[in-house]
Structure formats: C-alpha cells, structure tokens
C-alpha cells in the first residue's frame, strides 16, 4: 500500500462547521458545533481515503514578513468569535485522544507548513501521495501529480492539476502570478484595478509568468488595462511574494510522526460522553481509526 498523507487545514475546517452547524452545545451550555463538524469531516476524510499518515495544522499566528510588505493584509478579518475559540482547545484535546499528529509553527501560517509538508512527503519518499484538506485557493500552487486537494463541501472528489486548470484557467505553477494580478479580497490583497481573473489567466497564458507579461505590455489585450498594469508593476511584485508559499520552511513535524496510530479507545469515548457527541460514541462500537 503506498503511503497517503492527509494534511488538514485546522482552522479553516473549524471555521466552515462553526458557521455550517448552529445552536449545538452540551446540556451545560458548552458550544461544540465547530469540534463536532471537525470531527466529523476529518472521520469521513479519513474513511474515504484511508490515509497512512495525518497531520492537522494550525495557524501560528500572523506572518510578519507579509504584514511588513502590506500592512493591509488580513486586516478585514474580524477576530474570532469566542464561541469558536474554545472550541480550538476542544479540537486539540481530541486530537490528543485520537492519537492524530498536529503541527504549529509560532509565527508561521497554517499554508505555509502544509505546503512545506506536502513538498517534504513527496521528496522523502517517491511513492508518497499527499492530500491537503482546505478549501484555501492559494493551495492551488502547490498541486501537482501526486499531491492534490480536498475541499470539504465535497469531501470524495480530489482536486489535481487538472481541475485547478479548470477552475483558475492556469497550472498550479502560475496561480502565484494569477493572484498576483487578480488580488485576494480574502487575505486583502489589492490586484491590478480592472484586471479579473479571465483577463489574468489569458495573459499568463500567453506570455508564461508576470515578468513576460510584462515585457509584453504594448501587446496586452484589452488596451484600456496596460496603463493600469503598468501603474501596478510594484504592487503585482509585491503581491508576488505575498502569495508565493514557503514550501522550504522547516513545519516543525516529522513526517514519520503523522504515521496513523489506534487511538486511545477509552479517552475518545470519554470525550464523545463529556461532548454528549452520542452518534460517534455508538461508533465507537466498532474498530476505527479516526
């Protein structure tokens, strides 16, 4: 069996069941919408590709280096609602139970370490196939023949070069220079005014990178957009290195260490009791792994 790594995006999967799940607590008034929904996608994650290895990786905090090139960048994001945050601590208290590797790298954001630790799998062994659940468009980049993307809305499809192709109109090796142009209105990024995502993908299409197609500004289509483009240059160079993934980073975790393990049967139990999570409590029944 060759060996499968499911890396998953903590937050971003907590985020998703916090607002996809409400009004779901324990008789004493603890909210556990976000750990439930976690919880459950990361069993049927788990079910669906029967990973060998797994690792969930939380955010460390912001990255100062892309703070200091744009202050602007994530500042639209309000804080996290305290209902979600002590759920964080539930997530983590499960993942202790459940004997599931996690990764956090002070400082460093959660992409960051999953793009390093997707590139570290593939490198460390050529039969390594790696999954990355997140629904994060700058994930994109990394995808290539043997890693791919799980987006959890739909949980058994996997998302490869192919479809990245199809969903940005570029290879995974170009979506840095595509959101370059377009801008990210999620982690506030500024693009190129008028510049949207068609227009982007036709001219990377063209003239093969953001340095191509800037030396082909007299021959840009639409001729309205090469004031704007050229006006850009350093915002797009900006935004370049903005977006672009630190996949040589050291993520903090060996990747021997994410192997799957039998989980504490008995402290997941206890936790689905305290949880009042009856459904996966009766799972228990039977032999899982997640």
Request: overall charge neutral; glycine content about 8%; proline content about 7%.
């Amino acid at each position: 069996m060759n060996p499968v790594l499911l890396l998953v995006d903590a937050l971003g999967l907590a985020y998703r069941s916090f607002f996809a799940i409400s009004d779901l607590s324990t008789s004493g008034g603890i909210p556990t919408n976000a750990a439930f929904g976690f919880i459950k996608t990361l069993r049927q994650a788990g079910r669906t590709w029967m990973p060998t290895h797994v690792a969930v990786v939380f955010d460390g905090g912001m990255d100062q280096r892309r703070k200091g090139l744009l202050p602007e960048y994530k500042a639209q994001r309000p804080p996290m609602p305290d209902a979600l945050r002590t759920q964080v601590a539930l997530i983590r208290e499960y993942l202790r139970c459940a004997r599931v590797a996690s990764a956090r790298v002070d400082g460093r954001e959660a992409d960051d370490v999953m793009a390093a630790l997707a590139v570290r799998a593939c490198a460390a062994d050529r039969a390594f196939k790696v999954l990355m659940l997140t629904s994060d468009k700058d994930m994109f980049q990394v995808v290539d023949d043997r890693i791919s993307m799980v987006v959890p809305a739909r949980g058994d499809e996997r998302m490869g070069a192919r479809e990245v192709v199809q969903k940005t109109g570029v290879p995974p090796t170009l979506v840095p220079d595509w959101l370059a142009l377009t801008g990210d209105s999620a982690d506030n990024i500024p693009g190129v005014p008028g510049v949207g995502p068609k227009t982007a993908a036709k001219w990377l299409s063209e003239f093969g990178s953001i340095a191509g197609v800037f030396d082909h500004l007299s021959e840009l289509k639409p001729e309205r957009l090469r004031g704007a483009l050229a006006a850009s240059r350093p915002a797009v160079e900006r935004n370049l290195d903005l977006v672009r993934l630190d996949t040589d980073m050291d993520p903090g975790l060996e990747i021997e260490s994410s192997r799957v393990a039998a989980p504490d049967a008995g402290a997941v139990l206890d936790f689905f009791r305290r949880m009042e999570f009856h459904s996966f409590a009766k799972e228990l029944e039977a032999p899982t792994l997640f």
